[in-house]
């Protein structure tokens, strides 16, 4: 009891550099632990093409129905692979070819995941750290903590290896120059390499060019978020298929347009566009938009999930907001239903995304199809799946509406 | 509840099995209670009235388990799931699994068997264009590799050895504590067949243990702010 009270103690103070080594530190256990067991077929479909990004041209490239990311994607985790080469060894492009089951049962399974997934779990942690940094001293340890032990984190990040942890980098690092060191140059150049790396990260610059106080300001950030975008897509402008494929293509129809109200012949009211346009404006009417911004730039991403199936490993992109919520909150808590509602989600579908992602244990768990459909059928399956991404889309907006309402200025007060 | 036993990968070469056209496969399972054997089959006719026999055969070719499917039970490119009563003691021991089409028709015999040997490459003999589309569109086949994947057990294409194995798993079944056991076991195998890995791995677990006990006992006695 006196070592959790003790402990208790240190993480509502000013953080230490032992309190934070000993945080990161509890972060990295726990995701060491976790990643040579887990495994998500994504990684290896990605690694694949990742595999193919030195020795095909862009267009063959894009041709490929698997590349989806952004070229700055491709550079950084093709670097990230061949610096891990030591760790995994000789044999690793033999397995990473072989058949699903014969690959499972491989003997090197458990090193290959852990080198494959090192190098986003440090990046993880350089996220956590910089966005605990945006908050008032007495509550940097706190949500530094909170992000080592979210759930959904470990969940999206180290089992199921994900690399939105770079554009989510480029966010905070964003913030944290905004507010902390006040360099709108460098803050605008971590957006530029945020939209670099994935597209979605665009959505927040609206919010960040609305906090500067001059059209000058305004433009000049502006040129510095295009330019990194600018110059790692300049090789790739006539190159369709990346265009077709990753901009216009995969999930953006489903995303941007599929949620919609009929409102006459030929036309319809998209919810994307109208609950982010709403969200865009409200800001735009606050006064103290520079403290709020970390909230609005988080929130303009909500509608992304409220109003499509998105994938469950994009939950990933709202960790700060929770993390924002968990420490607005003045006792331990948390919306329960939100995390409930979130896997329950990922435990009705099917077995690779819940319990197939423990077939490095267990190979047979990989020839599970879709458990919980086999039992209740179809029908059912997809009725509990809708119920229950209703009930998590309210439990966000409520996260959301709680942090709005605690009046966030205390969170980045300077000690 | 089942598990995981033989795995022999798959391949991209296929065998076509029809009247007077049959495959097997030897195999050892490396555990007690075999109880499934999966293999995968390309069904040009989903729906079609074609019989198969699916047999375990033990070493002596005793047959030890039979099922009889159509070809409605068939799908394309998908695995097929023969599962059977279990055989208690099968842990190193030799079985077979064999599919047999029990119809006959001549013209479908000698079809299959030249698009077979010409697929071994034991003969180059032509196929006449009308029987080429009758065995394309109406006879099954099963994938395998022309490699030998699989070293403990054979291909035999109408009880004749050759070269190759098919693509299949096999599973077996027991209580589920000695499941949960033997997923233990095969763990524990797994860490330790990468010596390297496990010892690097351990260490940095206890490594980490280590800095954040010393992290939290610093920051209690003489904490440094920065």
């Known amino acids: 009891m006196k070592v959790i009270k003790n402990v208790v103690s240190q993480i509502n103070r000013a953080p230490t550099l032992q309190i934070t080594i000993a945080i990161l530190s509890v972060g990295f256990l726990l995701r060491c632990i976790i990643a040579p067991f887990t495994l998500n077929w994504d990684l290896l479909a990605n690694t694949k093409t990742i595999y193919s990004w030195s020795q095909l041209s862009s267009r063959e490239f894009y041709e490929q129905p698997l590349a989806t990311y952004p070229p700055l994607t491709y550079h950084t985790l093709s670097f990230f692979l061949r610096s891990s080469m030591v760790l995994l060894g000789p044999n690793f492009t033999k397995w990473v070819n072989l058949p699903d089951l014969f690959?499972?049962?491989?003997?090197?399974?458990?090193?290959?995941?852990?080198?494959?997934?090192?190098?986003?779990?440090?990046?993880?942690?350089?996220?956590?750290?910089?966005?605990?940094k945006i908050f008032a001293l007495r509550l940097q340890s706190k949500a530094l903590l909170f992000w080592m032990l979210n759930p959904i984190a470990?969940?999206?990040?180290?089992?199921?290896?994900?690399?939105?942890?770079?554009?989510?980098?480029?966010?905070?690092?964003?913030?944290?120059?905004?507010?902390?060191?006040?360099?709108?140059?460098?803050?605008?150049?971590?957006?530029?390499?945020?939209?670099?790396?994935?597209?979605?990260?665009?959505?927040?610059?609206?919010?960040?060019?609305?906090?500067?106080?001059?059209?000058?300001?305004?433009?000049?950030?502006?040129?510095?978020?295009?330019?990194?975008?600018?110059?790692?897509?300049?090789?790739?402008?006539?190159?369709?298929?990346?265009?077709?494929?990753?901009?216009?293509?995969g999930q953006s129809q489903n995303v941007f347009y599929f949620s919609a109200i009929p409102l006459g012949l030929d036309r319809v009211l998209l919810f994307f566009y109208f609950s982010y346009a709403l969200i865009l404006f409200h800001f735009s009417t606050v006064s103290r938009r520079k403290t709020l911004l970390p909230l609005y730039m988080w929130c303009s991403l909500l509608p992304i999930f409220l109003f499509s199936k998105f994938n469950v490993p994009w939950m990933y992109w709202l960790i700060p907001l929770l993390i924002m919520h968990l420490i607005s909150q003045k006792a331990l808590s948390f919306s329960h239903s939100l995390y409930i509602f979130y896997f329950l989600i990922i435990f009705l579908s099917q077995a690779s995304l819940n319990i197939g992602m423990l077939a490095p244990l267990e190979p047979t768990l990989s020839t599970l199809d879709w458990p919980v459909r086999d039992v209740l059928k179809s029908g059912q399956t997809n009725n509990l799946l809708s119920i229950c991404q209703s009930i998590f889309s309210a439990a966000l907006i409520t996260v959301a509406w709680i942090i709005y309402q605690k009046k966030i200025d205390p969170l980045y007060e300077k000690a | 509840m089942r598990r995981l036993d033989v795995v022999s990968p798959f391949g991209s070469e296929t065998l076509y099995v029809g009247p007077g056209n049959s495959l097997s496969q030897s195999f050892v399972p490396s555990h007690d209670g075999l109880f499934s054997f999966r293999f995968v089959v390309l069904n040009p006719a989903l729906g079609g009235a074609k019989r198969y026999h699916l047999q375990i055969l033990d070493k002596e070719k005793t047959l030890l388990r039979e099922m009889s499917v159509t070809q409605s039970n068939l799908s394309w490119g998908l695995p097929i799931r023969f599962d059977f009563t279990p055989i208690s003691k099968s842990k190193n021991q030799k079985f077979y699994f064999a599919i047999k089409s029990p119809d006959e028709n001549k013209l479908e015999e000698q079809g299959v068997r030249n698009f077979n040997e010409q697929k071994l490459g034991s003969s180059s003999a032509e196929i006449k264009p009308d029987v080429r589309e009758v065995i394309e569109k109406t006879q099954i086949q099963l994938t395998y590799s022309k490699q030998d994947v699989y070293p403990l057990g054979e291909l035999f294409y109408n009880d004749l050895a050759t070269y190759g194995d098919l693509n299949f798993e096999t599973y077996y079944t027991g209580s589920v504590p000695r499941l949960l056991a033997d997923t233990a076991v095969d763990f524990g195998k797994k860490m330790t067949s990468d010596p390297l890995f496990f010892v690097a791995y351990l260490g940095l677990l206890i490594g980490l243990g280590m800095v954040i006990i010393r992290s939290y006992r610093m920051s209690i006695k003489s904490p440094r702010p920065y």
């Open chain 1, 103 to 132: 690959l499972l049962t491989d003997p090197y399974i458990f090193r290959y995941l852990f080198a494959i997934k090192l190098p986003y779990i440090l990046l993880e942690l350089t996220t956590a750290f910089f966005f605990s």
């Open chain 1, 154 to 249: 470990l969940f999206t990040l180290t089992a199921w290896t994900n690399v939105d942890v770079l554009p989510i980098l480029c966010m905070v690092l964003g913030i944290y120059f905004y507010l902390r060191r006040g360099s709108i140059v460098w803050s605008a150049v971590s957006f530029g390499f945020g939209v670099a790396f994935k597209l979605f990260p665009i959505f927040a610059v609206p919010f960040f060019l609305l906090t500067l106080r001059s059209w000058r300001q305004r433009v000049f950030a502006a040129a510095l978020i295009a330019l990194p975008v600018a110059l790692t897509h300049y090789p790739l402008l006539k190159v369709s298929a990346y265009w077709a494929h990753v901009i216009f293509g």
